[in-house]
């Protein structure tokens, strides 16, 4: 009996012409998805809201890996409206995006602030 070939990723160029983006990518962990879709074949898409940042490591990391792989493009992902804009953008340059890390988290007035069971939380019993 043939077995079906895993779909798991098996070589660096296993992203080539993959197009994935990167919320929170200006951040240290985003930096680090960036540099893996890069150093495996692919076009990392840096997406977040502090435009001065985005463009910093986009241009760090372009230096350092040796690549024009590596793109910025502003969103707010507190918006519909600025998701939209994103998605329309990189759609119209590169007809599709092959994948999304969901690296960033909204600031608001809770962040940092360390998480406590409520009292009225729900118990989970067996």
Do not use: Q, W
């Amino acid at each position: 009996m043939k077995t079906e070939k895993s779909k798991l990723m098996k070589s660096p160029s296993d992203l080539e012409n993959k197009i994935i983006v990167i919320t929170g990518g200006a951040g240290l962990i985003g930096r680090g998805f960036v540099k893996a879709v890069v150093e495996n074949g692919g076009t990392a898409i840096i997406a977040d809201i502090d435009e001065l940042s985005g463009r910093t490591v986009k241009e760090e990391l372009s230096k350092e890996l040796r690549t024009d792989k590596i793109e910025f493009i502003r969103v707010d992902i507190t918006s519909k409206e600025s998701i939209k804009r994103m998605t329309d953008a990189i759609v119209n340059k590169h007809n599709v995006i092959d994948a999304l890390v969901n690296n960033a988290y909204p600031r608001n007035k809770s962040y940092g602030n360390k998480l406590t069971p409520s009292l009225s939380s729900p118990t989970v019993s067996s």
